[in-house]
C-alpha cells in the first residue's frame, strides 16, 4: 500500500536533508548518514494528524545482521509513546531501497524508507519523534530523533 502512496509523493513531494536538526538517542547508538523527509524542508516538520509521511534515511551497518525491524516513538516531555508499526512494514528489509538488501554485512551503506500514517494522540503540539532500526539480537543499528509539529487533521477536501 505504501509503495503506491510512495510514488505520488515523490512526484508531489520536496525533500532536504535534514540532518542539522536530527539529533541522537540515548546510549550512543549511530546516527543515519542522511535522513528525508519529503514535504519538509527545514525541521520541525509539519504534518496534520492523518497525513501519511514518507521518509529515507541512509545508514552505515556496523555488524553482520540478516534482518531489521523499524521503531517509531513520539516524545513528549517526560512521556514516550510507542507508535505501533503495521505488521506489513515490521520486516525493514523490504523497506531497503538500492541495490543494498538483507543479510546487511559490517560497513554496508544502505537507504531504508519508510510511510508512515501519523495517528497521534494529541494534535497542536510539537514533540519529538525517535526512529530506529534493530538487528537479528534487538539492539539498535541507528537511531535519530527529530522535531515534528502535529496539527489537527486537515478538513475535508483541504490540501
Known amino acids: 500500500m505504501f509503495r503506491y502512496i510512495l510514488v505520488s509523493l515523490l512526484a508531489a513531494g520536496v525533500s532536504a536533508d535534514l540532518m542539522d536538526g536530527i539529533t541522537p538517542c540515548p546510549n550512543n547508538v549511530p546516527l543515519p548518514l542522511d535522513v528525508y523527509v519529503y514535504g519538509c524542508d527545514s525541521l520541525p516538520c509539519w504534518v496534520h494528524n492523518g497525513d501519511i509521511v514518507y521518509f ?22 517526560p512521556l514516550q509513546i510507542p507508535f505501533e508499526i503495521p505488521p506489513e512494514d515490521q520486516d525493514a528489509c523490504g523497506g531497503l531501497i538500492g541495490i543494498v538488501r538483507c543479510p546487511l554485512y559490517q560497513d554496508d551503506i544502505a537507504r531504508y524508507g519508510l510511510g508512515m500514517k501519523v495517528e497521534a494522540p494529541v494534535s497542536g503540539v510539537t514533540v519529538n519523534l525517535e526512529f530506529w532500526l534493530e538487528d ?7 537511531c535519530y530523533r527529530r522535531e515534528q509539529r502535529i496539527d489537527q487533521p486537515r478538513a475535508l477536501g483541504e490540501k
Open 136 to 142: 537479528d539480537w534487538g539492539q539498535r543499528v541507528v
Open 56 to 77: 529515507e534515511m541512509d545508514f552505515r551497518v556496523e555488524r553482520f545482521t540478516q534482518t531489521l525491524k523499524p521503531g517509531v516513538s513520539l516524545i513528549l516531555g
